[in-house]
């Protein structure tokens, strides 16, 4: 299984990518970790004319704290979530969640950035951001701009993001004290794309009620799915097994499932409630300083 | 072994590590793709994206001007040459490319031979092609109801049911279920899987215009059968043919048919003069390639009160695809089904199976067993618990009740078969005491008051392979020995070649074992060759756990003649009478004189460079083992579930299986054969299957959706032998690659079943999918504690 | 059968003449390797097709199976879905670079030992997946070996001696840190 011939170009900076993004308005694709882009164009659905290799570009591929943020770079690859302490102190939903991508060795190719803006809605990251109220940082044309990921997901393989454009950081608001997120999926197989998943952050306050909180599932719509009206009805409540459980039955409601070979639709619905309902607890337990 | 037995270095019994290992483990295997001839051309197939259409137009234009392409075959193009279809092994016939209609979605329509690999692709993608969409069938039920679409409209009978066979008493059978005071009966469907070995389907095929010699190198189990069809078929002279299986990563029966792609290859070095590769990829291998299974079985039992079993009687319907292109070596339409007696005896049975076209691709293959023994396993080892189930006694003490006894034996099954030897009752409580299956009752029964699900299954089955005898067993005529040729040099080491083929088992090593027991020469001096029909003796080939009863048994009896010529050597060697001679603790003594003694490296350098008047010079001899019966191996699995109850996600927790194979040749390689078979009887029990929709697009064509079992869902496999010999084989030797496969889906799919019995639940198609067992929790409350 | 009349001139390497070409430099087992290749040419008919290494197998199209297997600096990657192009200046360890100087490296002889193979297909990329973890965690538990390998599908052994094979791998390392089994 062989790609079509394309065009291939490595830019040495985030400028001369956009200007090839630029120069093939739309024609060209970016090549991060490529585990979602090649096998697609060996199957030859994707035909590109042209490659914009961003491996070579210097300083995209970061995990750092910075003022009021978590930074992390475009091409930071998915094995590098799961190596840092820093996520597993206070992001540990990002390692959760990089632990169940794929298998080792495509995580040493595959990318935040990739997994964050294919708009794939079995990839696990696009929940996760949602959960964690992230902002994308995207450079283009007209230069840079940060937008919500809530905004970001339109359709199956349908984003925000301009074909000009090229996505350079993710970015998580500061972990606080009391704070705790998790990430919960189920497969028929290992590696194999959800059949439903789950992420749950939990920010309480000083008398453990919750504070903020942030649920998002996935696998079970066109696109990631952000449960407002889950997280919503958790806030100023406290943490207790009826609370919980509502909002995992209100994530469910927002499940919007396909029935296909991972199951029937009903399935995956109860599903997204019962790995919303074991993310919460998971977080909560971490946001009360466990694990 | 203690140090003071005699015994010969790597002889029976020993777990002597791999020959075959040292150039794997260096990257040095040479399997087809690693072949890379001077002038060698590369060919890409263009495929159907129908499952049932006319082909109004083929554009090969733009293909044509790709750079590097030289040429597009059509089926046009071998309709000219009498090559649009081909015969299979089963009466019917296939095609090698279409002339006017496509019959399965990813069916060939086109070849492309170019330059290059990435040339030939390109050449692939722009063939250009017109269809017309036909009413498609996929159900093989749908398939036989009066105003279907009939698929092959090529034949006489304007019907797409394929044939009808039936074996047993009917009117006995009837007759004991009339009488009957218990009946169970089951619908059970065995989907569509595939075997999908490692490495792919692949070959060089290379005519030299100058010599007219034909040799295609090919990832085939039966490399002998091969040049004899290509003989046939093609009218080459079979001299000029030479047919060579080079290493090949991984086989399970996917590699004993002949597929368009080979023709292809063959049809376009003919054309070109020149080597043509064609290697498929992994979408092509899943989509297009021999399934297995795809059986759907209705099956009844009928017993005393007490748990007897008495008759049994199955019907079922198999989905053979647009042709039936089984890979079945025997005279049987539906293999070795009726091997579904198991290990119960059964006074009365009948069986009829009914075989219908649909627009799926063509086969079936056996992945991993004898042909149909694993449906029929699976079938009879599902009966036995639902039969237990609704007597509700314990399915271990139903099988105890009722297993054919060891003093049985040989034994004639209901269905015609003769059972070999067996220890049924030995190996089910074997595996009872090593799993403390009293004890796992006990925690069950706990977890069931505490609300959660766990279950224990048991399978208890009787494998049938070696095929085989030749009154019963051939393909296309040819029958179903095996070979060995084996020749001693006069520095007493031995070259040894095989009509088999090893894609995995390790013959290299085990065919050399038997040798050095046979012949007190250790396994190091013994190099075992297969695979090219140039050098090896006409052989069958391997599948069916077929080597070791036939090539195997070969072995030992070509060496054995080796013995009696080795012996009159010996004599000369001594100055007695060959009849003062025996053949004792691997050397040649004389009678009540052991320390007077030759051996076999004696009498090798001694038959090159000091033979007596008389005798013929050198030390070798053929075999073709044509075996007497079957081999007839068999084991108890037990297997513990855990189930998680919010999302119905199975983890089994622990796996016993107790086989017997008769004697062992190498445990170390026997153990790592029933790992094997077991993962490949726990893939299509929980993940594994390909389905098709009603437009005949398939699910399950890439390892994007086909789900083969990866390290972390595989279970700690534990593993326990007992040894009953086969009384008829050489060194009582059964065979074991398949036993596994065919063993374990019944096991687990008794302990899931079990595990819901809570829920009533007598039955659940495999896989047994999350979604099914959250399906039947959720259905309803517990219906019993 | 329309074979057309242009000259058969098969090419040397993958590059079809009418692809622009990129001329490559990448370090095989320690050995600098320049070719030219196309864009599109993946590592992995690069490294069989180009440098004539064919240790490394081609089991599926998808990233699933893991065959494919090589070290790109250091981390195990599968080779399928790779450009050569992005090996470029870069470092490429394959199966034939665990044996060093006639002397096989730890991952090899446990994998023998311990019945660790059949078919011998997926072996490649299976013992370059346990040397980089075995270079990272010398002394790994089933389940991280068996969570290690969960991206190298093996048909034949049903994985129990693959690693039982990686843990005496570990083994014999921690046993011989210098000696001749004892890298990676």
Redesign the interface.
């Known amino acids: 299984?062989?790609?079509?011939?394309?065009?291939?170009y490595?830019p040495h900076s985030v400028d001369e990518a956009v200007a090839l993004l630029r120069r093939f308005n739309g024609e060209a694709k970016v090549?991060a970790g490529?585990?979602s882009l090649?096998?697609l164009?060996?199957?030859?659905l994707a035909e590109p004319a042209a490659?914009i290799?961003i491996?070579r570009i210097p300083n995209l591929s970061f995990i750092q704290e910075e003022g009021t943020h978590l930074r992390i770079g475009a091409t930071t690859r998915t094995n590098d979530l799961l190596d840092s302490e820093l996520l597993r102190r206070s992001y540990p939903i990002l390692p959760d969640a990089a632990q169940e991508i794929?298998?080792?060795?495509?995580r040493?190719?595959g990318t935040v950035g990739g997994n964050v803006c294919h708009g794939d809605p079995g990839n696990d990251l696009p929940a996760c951001m949602l959960a964690l109220g992230a902002e994308l940082v995207t450079v283009g044309p007209k230069g840079s701009r940060t937008l919500p990921v809530s905004d970001f997901y339109k359709d199956t393989f349908v984003t925000a993001l301009d074909p000009t454009e090229l996505l350079v950081e993710v970015r998580v608001p500061k972990a606080r004290a009391r704070q705790g997120s998790a990430y919960q999926k189920?497969e028929?197989?290992?590696?194999?794309f959800a059949?439903a998943g789950a992420a749950a952050n939990l920010l309480l306050d000083a008398s453990g009620r919750v504070e903020t909180a942030g649920i998002a599932l996935t696998g079970v719509g066109p696109t990631a799915i952000l449960a407002s009206a889950a997280s919503g009805a958790l806030v100023g409540q406290s943490p207790d097994d009826q609370h919980l459980g509502h909002a995992a039955t209100l994530a469910g409601t927002a499940a919007d499932p396909n029935s296909d070979?991972?199951?029937?639709a009903e399935?995956k619905r109860?599903?997204a409630s019962?790995l919303t309902r074991r993310a919460l607890d998971r977080a909560l337990a971490r946001a009360r300083g466990g694990g | 072994m203690s140090a003071e037995a005699p015994h010969v270095k790597g002889g029976l019994g020993q777990s002597i590590l791999r020959k075959e290992d040292a150039r794997f483990i260096r990257g040095k295997g040479n399997y087809v793709d690693d072949i890379k001839l001077p002038g060698m051309l590369y060919l890409d197939i263009t495929r159907s994206p129908y499952a049932h259409a006319k082909i109004t137009a083929i554009r090969t234009e733009k293909a044509l001007k790709v750079p590097g392409v030289l040429a597009v075959i059509t089926g046009k193009d071998l309709a000219a040459a009498n090559l649009a279809w081909m015969p299979t092994l089963m009466s019917d016939k296939q095609m090698v490319l279409p002339t006017d209609t496509v019959m399965y979605q990813a069916q060939e329509v086109a070849a492309v031979v170019a330059d290059s690999r990435y040339a030939a692709a390109d050449g692939a993608a722009a063939v250009e092609v017109d269809y017309e969409p036909l009413p498609v069938v996929t159900n093989p039920f749908k398939a036989l109801e009066p105003g279907a679409p009939v698929i092959r409209t090529d034949r006489k009978e304007q019907s797409n049911h394929i044939w009808h066979w039936e074996t047993g008493d009917k009117a006995g059978t009837e007759e004991a279920f009339r009488s009957a005071e218990v009946v169970v009966g089951q619908d059970l469907y065995i989907p569509r899987i595939h075997v999908s070995s490692m490495e792919t389907c692949g070959c060089i095929a290379h005519m030299d215009s100058v010599s007219g010699r034909f040799t295609i190198y090919m990832t085939t189990q039966a490399p002998h059968a091969i040049r004899t069809v290509y003989a046939l078929v093609t009218g080459l002279p079979e001299q000029n043919i030479r047919v060579v299986s080079p290493d090949i990563g991984g086989g399970f029966g996917g590699k004993v048919p002949v597929y368009p792609g080979y023709v292809l290859a063959s049809v376009a070095s003919i054309k070109t003069g020149h080597p043509v590769k064609w290697v498929e990829d992994r979408s092509e291998n899943l989509q297009a390639d021999s399934f297995a299974r795809d059986y759907h079985i209705h099956a009844e039992v009928a017993a005393r009160k007490d748990g007897t079993v008495t008759a049994l009687k199955v019907k079922t319907l198999a989905d053979h695809g647009y042709t039936d292109a089984a890979a079945n070596p025997s005279k049987f339409p539906a293999g070795l089904f009726h091997i579904i007696t198991g290990s119960y005896p059964f006074a009365k049975a009948f069986v009829e199976v009914d075989a219908a076209y649909t627009n799926k691709p063509p086969g079936g293959i056996a992945y991993r067993c004898s042909f149909r023994v694993t449906e029929a396993v699976y079938t009879i080892e599902r009966m036995m618990d639902i039969l237990a189930h609704r007597l509700k006694v314990d399915p271990a003490e139903l099988r105890l009740k009722n297993f054919i006894p060891p003093d049985a034996f040989p034994y004639k099954s209901a269905l015609g078969w003769t059972y070999d030897s067996g220890n049924y009752a030995g190996a089910l409580k074997k595996a009872m005491e090593i799993i403390d299956y009293a004890g796992l009752r006990r925690e069950q029964a706990e977890k069931r008051r505490r609300g959660e699900l766990m279950g224990i299954g048991i399978s208890s089955f009787t494998e049938i392979v070696g095929a085989g005898p030749s009154h019963t067993f051939d393909i296309l005529g040819l029958k179903m020995f095996d070979s060995a040729e084996v020749r001693i040099h006069p520095t007493g080491k031995v070259i040894a070649r095989f009509g088999t083929k090893s894609q995995g088992q390790g013959h290299e090593t085990t065919y050399a074992q038997i040798l050095a027991e046979e012949l007190g020469i250790p396994a190091d001096d013994i190099r075992v060759e297969e695979g090219d029909t140039d050098t090896a003796p006409y052989g069958l080939g391997t599948y069916a756990s077929r080597s070791t009863p036939t090539a195997g048994a070969a072995a030992s009896m070509a060496a054995r003649k080796i013995r009696e010529k080795a012996k009159k050597i010996a004599a000369h060697l001594l100055e007695v009478s060959p009849d003062d001679i025996e053949w004792k603790d691997y050397a040649f003594r004389v009678k009540g004189v052991p320390t007077k003694s030759k051996t076999m490296q004696d009498v090798a350098f001694a038959a090159y460079t000091n033979h007596p008047q008389g005798t013929e010079a050198g030390l070798e001899a053929v075999d073709y083992y044509d075996p007497p019966n079957m081999t007839y191996p068999f084991g108890s699995y037990i297997c513990v579930v855990d189930i998680d109850k919010e999302t119905g996600q199975v983890k089994v927790r622990r796996f016993v299986a107790v086989d017997d194979c008769g004697t062992i040749i190498n445990p170390m390689i026997v153990d790592g054969q029933i790992h094997g078979g077991l993962t490949m009887g726990f893939a299509p029990a929980l993940l594994e299957e390909i389905q098709y929709d009603e437009n005949g697009n398939i699910h399950g064509g890439s390892f994007m959706e086909y789900l083969v079992p990866t390290a972390v869902e595989t279970p700690h496999w534990e593993t326990a032998k007992t040894v009953t010999p086969s009384p008829h084989h050489p060194i009582g030797a059964k065979g074991v690659g398949e036993s596994a496969t065919v063993g374990a889906p019944p096991a687990i799919a008794n302990a899931v079943v079990d595990a819901l019995q809570p829920y009533g639940v007598e039955h659940i198609d495999i896989p047994i999918h999350p979604w099914k067992v959250w399906q039947i929790i959720h259905a309803g409350a517990p219906k019993t504690g | 059968m329309a074979v057309s009349a242009r000259p058969i001139a098969p090419a040397a390497s993958l590059s079809t003449r009418s692809a622009p070409v990129v001329r490559i430099q990448v370090t095989v087992n320690g050995s600098p390797i320049s070719a030219e290749v196309e864009p599109r040419t993946l590592l992995v008919h690069f490294l069989r097709e180009v440098v004539g290494l064919t240790g490394t197998h081609i089991g599926c199209d998808t990233s699933h199976c893991g065959a494919c297997t090589v070290h790109l600096d250091g981390k195990p990657v599968k080779s399928c879905t790779v450009l050569a192009v992005q090996a470029n200046g870069r470092q490429v360890r394959t199966v034939e670079g665990l044996e060093v100087d006639g002397k096989l490296s730890a991952v090899q002889e446990a994998f023998v030992e311990a019945h660790g193979l059949q078919c011998g297909f997926c072996t490649p990329g299976m013992m370059m997946t346990a040397t980089a973890l075995l270079a990272r965690n010398p002394n790994p538990t089933e389940p991280e070996v068996r969570d290690a390998i969960r991206g190298n599908l093996c048909r034949c052994t049903g994985y129990v001696n693959i690693v039982k094979a990686i843990q005496l791998a570990g083994k014999k390392m921690q046993a011989n840190p210098t000696g001749p089994g004892g890298s990676p």
Do not use: S
Not at chain 1, 41 to 44: A, D, E, G
Not at chain 1, 188 to 192: E, S, W
């Open positions: 299984m062989i790609p079509p011939a394309f065009e291939y490595a090549l490529g585990h090649i096998p164009m060996k199957l030859r490659l290799d491996n794929a298998d080792p060795l495509v040493n190719l189920i028929k197989r290992v590696g194999d059949i070979l991972r199951g029937p399935y109860a599903m019962v």
